[in-house]
């Protein structure tokens, strides 16, 4: 049993976007043992400043939580990024499939979306979590 954590960081988001990927990059992570932040200091595609935003206790490999979440979301190949520098787990957020995914929820729930909605941060992580845990 460890810990899933996805993590974001405001140097791989102003990165990505200079380089056509978005701003929407969040950093999918498995620690088998000690804290996500011990994982994340060591600088993982070459940022420091990562800032854990969910994590939810999984069982299994980084590998096999990754697969189950590249059926759904977009990953970034570390091979052909050289800042990445074989960075696994950086997945490119697709939005508007956040955004139906929690409309569906709010609708299953005979619910009505506030007026003001809008994705967060911890909405998108929410998503990853549930994506790689199913």
């Avoid at 620690?31 to 400043?49: K, V």
């Avoid at 759904?72 to 050289?82: C, F, M, R, S, T």
């Avoid at 950086?90 to 009505?112: D, G, H, P, Q, S």
């Amino acid at each position: 049993m460890g810990i899933l954590y996805i993590a974001t960081s405001k140097t791989v988001q102003e990165w990505g976007s200079d380089v056509g990927l978005g701003k929407n990059l969040y950093r999918v992570g498995f620690a088998e043992s000690g804290t996500p932040e011990d994982a994340l200091a060591a600088g993982p595609a070459g940022a420091t400043d990562w800032k854990v935003l969910l994590t939810a206790e999984a069982e299994g490999p980084e590998t096999v939580l990754l697969d189950r979440l590249a059926r759904k979301e977009k990953l970034v190949d570390p091979n052909y990024y050289p800042r990445l520098r074989g960075a696994t787990g950086i997945v490119r957020a697709n939005l508007t499939a956040v955004e139906n995914a929690m409309l569906v929820a709010l609708a299953l729930e005979n619910r009505e979306p506030p007026k003001n909605f809008k994705v967060k941060p911890v909405d998108v992580a929410r998503h990853l979590v549930n994506n790689a845990l199913k």
